[in-house]
């Protein structure tokens, strides 16, 4: 079965840090191009970032980038989202997914809550 598993979010003060996971099942994570996604309360889901692992091509979205970063456990088949210097901004459900040949039935998300 193909499916995605988001975990690690939390609540964290502003300018912490939190590291997310996207466990793959089904499927090579490695072998497709993935994107973590958010979605704020009351918003659209945005692309936060997206990886190109075959080329080592990255996008981040403008307003987290210096900030987070994206990388790959090959061994675990999870990809990570290691976000630093957090803001009240940030605060969203945040999802993971393939792009191509086509994107999976989306999960259940792992919150994130930037508050003091």
């Known amino acids: 079965q193909v499916h995605l598993v988001e975990s690690g979010g939390g609540l964290v003060q502003p300018g912490g840090s939190l590291r997310l996971s996207c466990t793959a099942s089904?499927?090579?994570?490695?072998?497709?191009?993935m994107s973590w996604y958010r979605q704020a309360p009351g918003k659209e889901r945005e692309v936060v970032a997206a990886?190109?692992?075959?080329?080592?091509?990255?996008y981040y979205a403008d307003s987290v980038k210096g900030r987070f970063a994206v990388s790959r456990d090959d061994v675990k088949n999870t990809m990570y989202l290691q976000m630093n210097n957090l803001d009240t901004e940030d605060t969203a459900v945040y999802y993971c997914?393939?792009?191509?040949?086509?994107?999976?039935?989306w999960g259940q998300g792992t919150q994130v809550t930037v508050s003091s």
């Open positions: 089904g499927f090579t994570l490695r072998n497709f191009p």
């Open positions: 997914n393939r792009r191509e040949p086509y994107v999976l039935p």
């Open positions: 990886m190109t692992w075959i080329g080592d091509r990255s």
